[in-house]
């Protein structure tokens, strides 16, 4: 057999999936793409534009109308792409705290669902990638050659959260650290398209105890054993 074409990974909020999904494409010299911004960057252009979360119909169309591209990082500031809402940089604006509270009850609508995943399928399939998210192995691509899901307990994923936003100068807060990632996690789980769950032939990395170089070499063991 050879190497997987498609390597869907997905897992919760901070287990750690950006982090593995680069590193592997990188190894592997595939496209990689981290479906999550594109869904921040639906909820930050929603934001900017003004819209109640309630406003289904209003969201939809915004969704199928705006355009995000997803590049290779143009600034050496630590990021890992290069995200452009309609021609703009929003890289680090879709990081920001009004959009990690919107981003889940956004993603749980039909529309917006719709719109990203028809993207998301037209790039697997053609390219070789590394595609991560919370639905990649269960609904986008449900033929991916090798799934991962990463998860990780909600003090640990909080920690590791804490201490990036420390590392880029913020000063952030633990407990809503914590708070968020929860609310998050209970969206995410819960909805009733796509929630995230994993595939039934994912293979389940728990990154409690391991560090990133440990959960790359776990799943380069997979991938090179195929
Ligand atoms: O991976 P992330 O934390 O950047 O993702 C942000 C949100 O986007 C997440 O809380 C739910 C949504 N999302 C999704 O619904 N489906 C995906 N494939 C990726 C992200």
């Given at each position: 057999m050879g190497l997987p074409k498609t390597i869907a990974i997905?897992?919760?909020?901070?287990?750690?999936?950006?982090?593995?999904?680069?590193?592997?494409?990188?190894?592997?010299g595939?496209?990689?793409?981290?479906?999550?911004?594109?869904?921040?960057a639906?909820?930050?252009?929603?934001?900017?534009?003004?819209?109640?979360?309630?406003?289904?119909?209003?969201?939809?169309?915004?969704a199928r109308k705006v355009r995000i591209?997803?590049?290779?990082?143009?600034?050496?500031?630590?990021?890992d792409v290069d995200v452009l809402?309609?021609?703009?940089?929003?890289?680090?604006?879709?990081r920001q705290d009004d959009v990690n509270a919107w981003v889940s009850p956004v993603s749980t609508q039909r529309a917006v669902r719709d719109a990203m995943t028809e993207q998301q399928r037209r790039i697997a399939q053609e390219n070789n990638v590394v595609m991560v998210g919370r639905d990649i192995g269960t609904v986008v691509i449900p033929?991916?050659?090798?799934?991962?899901?990463?998860?990780?307990?909600?003090?640990?994923?909080?920690?590791r959260r804490y201490q990036e936003m420390l590392e880029r100068g913020e000063t952030p807060d633990f407990n809503a650290v914590l708070a968020s990632l929860k609310n998050r996690d209970k969206i995410d789980?819960?909805?009733?398209?796509?929630?995230?769950?994993?595939?039934?032939?994912?293979y389940i990395i728990d990154s409690d105890n391991l560090n990133i170089c440990q959960v790359f070499e776990t799943a380069k063991a997979l991938i090179y054993r195929m």
């Open positions: 997905d897992g919760t909020a901070g287990s750690g999936k950006s982090t593995l999904g680069s590193l592997l494409a990188e190894a592997l595939y496209l990689y793409l981290d479906t999550g911004v594109m869904y921040r639906v909820t930050l252009a929603v934001i900017k534009a003004g819209l109640s979360l309630d406003d289904e119909s209003a969201i939809g169309e915004l591209d997803v590049r290779p990082p143009s600034i050496d500031d630590g990021r809402l309609d021609d703009e940089d929003v890289t680090w604006e879709i033929d991916a050659d090798l799934k991962i899901y990463l998860d990780a307990s909600l003090e640990v994923r909080a920690h789980s819960n909805r009733e398209i796509a929630p995230l769950k994993p595939a039934e032939d994912a």
